[in-house]
């Protein structure tokens, strides 16, 4: 009698994040704790969704690369305009496992809080001017030029006072349905 071998579990995700970002530079960044990837792992079984719209993401607009000694898969978003996502809410599901990550984008919160406010204007005012490949979202390089100018702090002033909707919840599983009793109406007298 032959048996199966028995298969070593997925590999489960213990670090997720979003990098918000412009010229290309916006992803997800996912890795795994087993020191490999899991197998098969393709944009096919990735799901982004809007928790606002309810809309999910064309898999064809991202582009998955994977790095199998760092147990890494990043995710980005080159077919879509600017190469970055909408503003909104987002979560990445993996169908067939309990993973799920909840992140946002708001072009011009350089504080990442979901709100577009003075905080972030001081952001952008402390490094105005300021070139160089160091400089990332939080300093205000909103549209990932390495230079803070006056094309972010327009990316800010268009949000300025702007904060991000709820997501939608979820949704509730329905009780099992008892037959409904309708009494007749009382007789006028």
Excluded: C
Excluded at 105 to 126: H, I, K, M, P, Y
Excluded at 130 to 135: A, N
């Amino acid at each position: 009698m032959q048996t199966t071998p028995p298969q070593p579990p997925n590999p489960k995700v213990i670090t997720s994040q979003f990098t918000p970002g412009g010229s290309g530079n916006e992803r997800i960044t996912l890795v795994f704790d087993s020191g490999n990837l899991p197998p098969a792992l393709t944009l096919g079984n990735v799901t982004l969704k809007n928790s606002v719209t309810g809309a999910t993401l064309d898999p064809t607009k991202m582009s998955l690369s994977l790095d199998d000694a760092a147990a890494t898969a990043i995710i980005t978003f080159p077919a879509l305009p600017e190469a970055h996502l909408a503003d909104g809410r987002y979560r990445l599901t993996m169908p067939g496992t309990l993973f799920s990550f909840d992140f946002f984008r708001l072009n011009g919160d350089a504080t990442q809080e979901a709100t577009v406010s003075f905080a972030d204007l001081v952001a952008v005012g402390q490094n105005y001017g300021k070139t160089g490949r160091q400089l990332s979202w939080s300093d205000g390089d909103f549209n990932g030029d390495n230079t803070i100018g006056f094309a972010d702090l327009v990316a800010l002033g268009q949000n300025y006072g702007r904060t991000l909707p709820a997501a939608l919840p979820a949704p509730i599983p329905l009780a099992s349905a008892a037959p409904a009793i309708i009494a007749p109406a009382p007789d006028p007298v």
